[in-house]
């Protein structure tokens, strides 16, 4: 059985800094990026800034799941980092996402890529239309729907109606969320969020 403790976990931290440190704010995310990245589980990390002169920050990590990311939060390497910045950050709000929350996130690493690049203060990026995520669900959805009625009216014919659907269900929604859904997300990310297509760079 699937369990909360196999899912990957994204954990967004609101910090605040005075805009004329913006220099040690950075070189102070990037050290407890480098530091996160010697870690087993850790799947990614960015950062970005709410608007240009903003002392608002908002920094994301990624882990493979929820024993691997409280290694990294318990560890002695973050407490020292997090102590380092005593008098010049003020964390102000954390927010954690697993299973459904999230699908539709723009990757972590074209935050890091579009920083790193020389824009310094990138905006957040937007979740993609609604009908778009629609689309995508939908796709993933059809073929795992149809699939299981064909199979049910095969081999499980004289069951209840009623019976037939809860056991559909009971199997579908597992591999929607865990399975089927992340990877056709990942592969439409281009699309949803009006990137080139792969094949087109």
Same mark, same amino acid.
């Given at each position: 059985?699937?369990?909360?403790?196999?899912?990957?976990?994204?954990?967004?931290?609101?910090?605040?800094?005075?805009?004329?440190?913006?220099?040690?704010?950075?070189?102070?995310?990037?050290?407890?990026?480098?530091?996160?990245?010697?870690?087993?589980?850790?799947? /990614?990390?960015?950062?970005?800034?709410?608007?240009?002169?903003?002392?608002?920050?908002?920094?994301?990590?990624?882990?493979?799941?929820?024993?691997?990311?409280? /290694?990294?939060?318990?560890?002695?390497?973050?407490?020292?980092?997090?102590?380092?910045?005593?008098?010049?950050?003020?964390?102000?709000?954390?927010?954690?996402?697993? /299973?459904?929350?999230?699908?539709?996130?723009?990757?972590?690493?074209?935050?890091?890529?579009?920083?790193?690049? /020389?824009?310094?203060?990138?905006?957040?990026?937007?979740?993609?239309?609604?009908?778009?995520?629609?689309?995508?669900?939908?796709?993933?959805?059809?073929?795992?729907?149809?699939?299981?009625?064909?199979?049910?009216?095969?081999?499980?014919?004289?069951?209840?109606?009623?019976?037939?659907?809860?056991?559909?269900?009971?199997?579908?929604?597992?591999?929607?969320?865990?399975?089927?859904?992340?990877?056709?997300?990942?592969?439409?990310?281009?699309?949803?969020?009006?990137?080139?297509?792969?094949?087109?760079?």
């Amino acid at each position: 059985m699937t369990t909360t403790h196999a899912v990957p976990v994204t954990v967004a931290v609101s910090r605040r800094a005075d805009p004329a440190r913006t220099d040690e704010m950075v070189a102070w995310i990037r050290a407890g990026t480098a530091l996160a990245e010697s870690f087993p589980g850790f799947l /990614g990390a960015g950062f970005v800034r709410s608007a240009p002169g903003s002392p608002e920050w908002h920094v994301m990590y990624r882990f493979a799941n929820q024993d691997t990311l409280r /290694g990294w939060e318990d560890s002695p390497q973050r407490h020292w980092w997090l102590t380092s910045a005593q008098g010049i950050v003020e964390h102000t709000r954390v927010e954690r996402r697993t /299973g459904i929350e999230g699908w539709f996130d723009p990757p972590v690493d074209h935050v890091v890529e579009t920083f790193a690049a /020389g824009d310094a203060e990138p905006a957040t990026p937007a979740a993609p239309p609604r009908w778009k995520q629609a689309v995508t669900i939908w796709l993933a959805f059809f073929p795992l729907s149809l699939t299981a009625t064909l199979l049910t009216a095969r081999f499980l014919a004289d069951v209840p109606l009623a019976a037939r659907t809860l056991l559909m269900t009971l199997c579908l929604t597992p591999l929607m969320t865990y399975l089927v859904l992340p990877r056709i997300t990942r592969a439409l990310q281009w699309w949803l969020h009006g990137q080139p297509a792969p094949w087109r760079r």
